[in-house]
């Protein structure tokens, strides 16, 4: 048997696991029962011919699905970590108490802060199902803090989304028109040396503009320092990132972050890339009318139309939930805007490296509370109006909107509308009024949710290989058991896989697992690196060798690196 | 060219001055070698003979680790790899972990868990700030001597910078040097943050009661109300007021006010300890001063500091009371002192340190690649070697993790 193997697979030693009786769900192919082959690493459809699995289960009433993708969690960096060092009262004592007295925790359990250590991350995120996470804001020179913290994040594949639009050095080229094609060369070369997988814009000049003591920005403002506008920005970024050719479209987070009106410059966001690939990040914050009670509305049907009518647009809707939380945000200009209304009453505000700052604020979403309640029915209002689920995507922007593990509530409520609507009878009643929320009487089918949840990221950040469970796919698996209650279902999976090796199964960690960083596939020209070395030099006064990011620290015994 | 003694991990053109630092560490090790191959160890210098004594004392370590009841690790940690080792120990050994000298990288801890910050890093510093206002005292100059030539950038600058506190002539000379318009003014260091209040609301128009406008004052006054964005810079090391921690939150509060209409930042130097701080905030959640005992990482920050575990502690057997001690720093002359402990009679300590006899540990980021946090907490930066490691030292992370098997 052991030579057939070695003949069949070039190699010795991989384990070949069946999983059959169950319901396979990728949003690819046709959800059946029929066997899955977890073959070494990778998905087979079938079982070769002369060999046999290693391991069978039977699992009938369950469902297979692949590994669930975050495309925006906030679980590495700078921002995490300061965040993590102001609120240390906002640490969960009953939690806490519990795990000192032996009580075992499970998935009700809250985390044990807005903001928990790398350990509890990993772990929590496994034991919903999710293999792989991507922090959406890394700050060039805080990129090794960045990998460094979420290599420590145990059982996930992880990648990064390079911040630019506020670097310095950016806003003097555009404002000096130079060649478009120097752009292009300095967004490559800053992706690989950084080893992100996708470029980030927050607020597109802004936060370099609050470094000048300017207060705001709209998408035709002019910088008060350099003169140019949000839309200049996005679209030589936008125009890099496609001519670059990222899988991953640019990832904007909008001007005017939070504020009553602020779908105008939504909109005028999207017309900036004139037609380019656009992700908005968190959109449910950047869909805000005037209208109602309060000089406060929802505009989400406008964005959803939007994004209904052009397939060149996705986005992921940063819910809220409510409950005390944390804000982090490179958005220093609408964080610095919010202070006064920080929950406990302090703050952490950064002005970093002429590249970007960051905002920490905590924050308590209250249900009882006009802003809040409306917030948390735009949400589900994008949720619902947006049709095509590989184009929306469940993310709370953890922890800005909420905990990332609230995603089974939130599951639930997208597929339950008498448990939607019995939350929604709590909230104040100014939203009762004014929300169309009761007219939307779509309810997500698992199906759906798992496109969401696992398809449309890996389609949306260009992971061939991830989000279905195809021939040739990598053999992150997910088993949950087929119960009626969708929260409690997403919440406790039955068996997870990993690259083919079962690393939990009924609430017990079994084994830690190789993770890998997904990295742009880009090629560079070699001679911008000596290039970059003066600049470098010049502009931030110290080598490209202090902060760049060599392969090989990503590389261990249990750490690869993945292409997209 | 990095330097990994003093934190500013700066990187500048000026290659004989970072070198000369940088050397003189490689020299010191070479110094702390011979001693240790003169030492009664091992006279033969033969690296074989070390290996194998190092190994009986890491299985009688490892033994004395068991059989405690009390474990603290402390010391100097100034990698990512030996803090992450270090953190994981703590854990496996359910015990206390705090850097001794963290008491000062507490003063500005406890002030920020209070009410927050507004932060500048070193770069946007040096390229933003048009008023620098130093606070402290010649002790500084000592302690980080590359700050001036790190905020210049080795340019000619117009940035104004205000010495505040007890500067000398010697430390508003450097600051010259560097290219800064540079004032000193002597001041009583504890009531800085009341006089900054004081001197903006002056230079902003409010009555000069009892200043004496003949002593020169109109220009600074000039400067301050100039300023489009102001940077304050400290080093926790030189406030050594009680109650350090108070002193700079007020001072925060200060800046944080400048900001409803102005832009002003701290920036709050560290030692080396930051690197710590922040990989044990991303481990556990807490910078430090946490206890393992019940599993979980237990954050109090006055209970679980050093100081407090050491007076604490009884004068129990040393089979019960063990101190991990880690120094993975060597520098020239009194740049760094050796960290010492004062440990009660009775406690049983296990150094991990660049001149332990028993288990010399690798300098870091002069023997070692080492990954560390420049002093403004902002960059992470790949320190490399210069100078090569014997076989028979080892980095604190290797001890840490045999003395875990």
Redesign the interface.
């Known amino acids: 048997m052991g030579e057939t193997r070695l003949r069949l697979l070039g190699k010795a030693f991989e384990v070949i696991t069946r999983l059959h009786g169950a319901i396979c769900m990728d949003g690819v192919g046709k959800s059946e029962v029929r066997d899955l082959i977890l073959f070494g690493e990778t998905i087979c459809s079938e079982l070769p011919p002369g060999a046999k699995a290693d391991a069978d289960y039977r699992l009938d009433n369950h469902v297979v699905v692949a590994g669930a993708i975050d495309l925006h969690t906030h679980i590495g960096g700078g921002k995490v970590n300061i965040a993590r060092l102001l609120l240390p009262d906002l640490v969960n004592h009953r939690r806490s108490a519990l795990e000192r007295e032996g009580q075992e925790l499970n998935w009700m359990s809250p985390l044990s802060s807005p903001v928990p250590g790398t350990w509890e991350t990993g772990r929590r995120y496994l034991e919903m199902g999710y293999t792989a996470c991507f922090e959406p804001a890394i700050l060039p020179a805080n990129a090794r803090h960045a990998h460094a913290e979420m290599a420590d994040t145990p059982w996930l594949d992880t990648g990064g989304y390079l911040l630019l639009g506020n670097d310095r050095l950016l806003l003097e080229w555009i404002r000096d028109g130079v060649p478009q094609s120097q752009v292009n060369d300095y967004v490559g070369w800053m992706v690989r040396a950084h080893q992100c997988c996708a470029v980030k814009v927050v607020n597109a000049g802004g936060i370099d503009a609050f470094k000048f003591n300017q207060r705001h920005l709209s998408v035709d403002d002019a910088h008060v320092h350099f003169g140019v506008t949000p839309r200049q920005i996005l679209n030589t970024l936008s125009q890099a990132v496609d001519s670059l050719g990222f899988a991953h479209p640019l990832h904007v987070h909008c001007s005017n972050l939070g504020m009553a009106g602020n779908i105008a410059a939504t909109m005028a966001t999207i017309d900036a890339v004139e037609g380019r690939r656009l992700h908005l990040t968190h959109a449910q914050y950047h869909c805000y009318g005037t209208d109602g009670p309060h000089g406060y509305s929802s505009a989400a049907n406008q964005l959803a139309d939007r994004v209904n009518s052009d397939p060149s647009l996705s986005i992921d809707i940063g819910q809220v939930q409510f409950g005390q939380t944390v804000t982090l945000s490179g958005d220093t200009m609408h964080q610095f805007a919010n202070r006064n209304l920080a929950r406990p009453r302090k703050a952490i505000f950064q002005d970093l490296e002429c590249q970007a700052g960051c905002g920490v604020l905590p924050f308590r979403y209250r249900q009882d509370q006009y802003v809040h309640g409306l917030l948390w029915t735009i949400g589900m209002e994008l949720f619902l109006r947006v049709e095509d689920p590989l184009r929306v995507f469940l993310t709370t922007d953890h922890p800005n909107g909420g905990p990332f593990t609230s995603y089974p509530h939130l599951i639930r409520l997208l597929m339950d509308f008498d448990y939607r609507m019995t939350i929604f009878s709590r909230l104040h009643p100014d939203v009762l009024k004014s929300s169309p929320l009761p007219s939307l009487k779509r309810e997500y089918s698992l199906e759906e949710i798992v496109k969401m949840t696992r398809l449309g990221p890996a389609r949306a950040l260009g992971l061939k290989n991830r989000g279905a469970l195809q021939d040739g796919c990598l053999a992150d698996v997910v088993i949950y058991e087929r119960i009626a209650n969708p929260e409690q279902m997403f919440s406790s999976p039955k068996m997870v896989f990993r690259r083919g090796t079962l690393v939990y199964r009924d609430g017990v960690f079994l084994s830690n697992s190789m993770k890998s960083t997904v990295v742009a596939d880009l090629r560079v020209e070699s001679q911008m690196d000596e290039w970059m070395k003066r600049i470098w030099r010049d502009q931030y006064g110290y080598s490209t060798e202090m902060i760049r990011v060599h392969t090989d620290e990503l590389l261990s015994d249990s750490r690869s690196v993945e292409y997209t | 060219m ?1 330097c990994s003694i003093c934190s500013l ?5 000026n290659l004989d001055e970072i070198q000369c630092i940088k050397r003189s560490a490689a020299l010191a090790r070479l110094d702390s070698i011979r001693g240790a191959v003169e030492g009664p160890l091992d006279t033969n210098v033969n690296s074989a003979a070390r290996l194998k004594a190092t190994n009986e004392r890491l299985v009688e370590s490892a033994s004395l680790l068991k059989s405690a009841k009390r474990i603290l690790i402390t010391g100097r940690i100034a990698s ?1 790899a030996t803090a ?1 080792s270090a953190v994981a120990f703590a854990k496996s050994h359910n015990a206390t972990i705090d850097c001794a000298e963290s008491g000062h990288v507490f003063k500005n ?1 406890l002030a ?13 510093a ?3 700030t048009d008023l620098f206002l130093v606070i402290g005292n010649d002790s500084m100059q000592v302690a980080i001597p590359r700050m001036p030539l790190a905020l210049s ?1 080795g340019k000619p600058r117009s940035q104004t910078v205000l010495l505040l506190g007890d500067f000398g002539t010697a430390a508003a000379e450097q600051w010259h040097k560097a290219g800064f318009d540079t004032w000193t003014v002597p001041c009583d260091l504890e009531n800085v943050p009341n006089a900054l209040a004081k001197w903006f609301q002056w230079s902003e128009g409010m009555p000069r009661d009892g200043v004496d406008e003949s002593s020169g004052v109109g220009p600074l006054f000039a400067r301050l109300r100039q300023a ?2 102001t940077t304050v810079v400290w080093s926790a090391e030189s406030l050594q007021m009680e109650q350090a921690d108070l002193w700079v939150e007020r001072l925060l509060q200060w800046v944080a006010g400048r ?1 409803e209409k ?2 002003c ?1 701290a920036l709050p130097w560290l030692s080396l300890d930051g690197t710590f ?3 044990c ?7 430090g001063r946490i206890d393992f005992r ?6 109090d920050p006055h209970k679980y500091s050093y100081q407090q575990w050491m007076e604490r502690t009884p004068d129990a057997n040393c089979n019960e009371s063990v101190i991990v001690l880690i120094d993975e720093t060597l520098a020239p002359g009194d740049f760094l002192k050796p960290l010492e402990i004062q440990a009660a009679e009775g406690y049983s300590v296990i150094k991990l340190t660049a001149r332990s006899e028993h288990f010399p540990t690798a300098v870091a980021g002069v023997e070692t690649i080492d ?1 560390m ?1 420049r002093a403004d ?6 320190v490399l070697p210069s100078c090569e490691r014997r076989s028979w030292v080892r980095p604190a992370s290797d001890y840490l993790e045999r003395l875990s098997k």
Do not use: K
């Open positions: 990095i991990l700066c990187d500048s053109d990512v992450r801890i920020i868990q209070r009410g927050g910050i507004y932060s500048v890093s070193l770069a946007e040096r390229e933003h950038n489009m964005y900001n102005n832009r930042a701080q922040q990989v905030t991303w481990l556990t959640g807490f910078p019940n599993g979980v990482p237990d954050y990954d946090f907490q902002t960059v992470l930066a790949r």
